[in-house]
């Protein structure tokens, strides 16, 4: 990281970003504008860029970084105000994906789709009925309960299978790996079940 760049926040529950802005409200509540690269799932998954305002309790500000040249902007009113005066704020269900528009913003229902259909193997694009929302949603939970399977068994003999070809701290960093994607596979088994039953409801209207 150089000089120049934006400061390092950890993110909840995993991983970090840079902080951009910050805001706060006149109601008290704090969001910070956070940039930082994604690992998304799937044979045609990888390292993609994100960028998003984040509530306060999501991001953790690290001790003995300097955070004072960050942009510092102040509203008048909240969210929650400019609901109550008619304006349209979509609400974000627990558990739901940061990078997803949430239900009720502009062309949701096309990202979340997209997202669940990142979660199979890309073949499964090609087939009309993988798009049923029920039908994608039931698909993509077990895809990743099954990668969650294999990680487990891998993460549970790896040490043993590696000790005699590679050093400690070769078979360290391989363990560490299991314990990142399993991670990230088990919030992405929590995330399915939220975006698809928000699919399968919308769809049924």
Known sequence: MSASDPPVVRLVPDGAGYLLKRRSWADGREELLVSWMELT?????????????????????????????????????SSAGAERQGAAVPAVPPGWPAHIPPPG??????????????????????????????????????????ALTALRAGYRGAAVDFKARLAPHVIAEVLDTYRTEGRRLTAAAAAIKVVGAALQRARRR
Do not use: I
């Open 105 to 146: 913003a502009p062309k949701w229902e096309a990202e979340a789709e997209a997202w669940l259909l990142d979660c199979l193997p890309a073949d499964f694009r090609a087939h009309e009925v993988v798009r049923d929302p029920y039908v994608l949603t039931w698909m993509a939970e077990r895809h990743v309960g099954y």
């Open 41 to 77: 799932p799937g044979p045609r998954g990888g390292l993609v860029p994100r960028e998003e305002w984040m509530p306060r309790d999501r991001v953790y500000l690290l001790a003995g970084v300097d955070y004072s040249a960050v942009e510092h902007l102040r509203h008048a009113m």
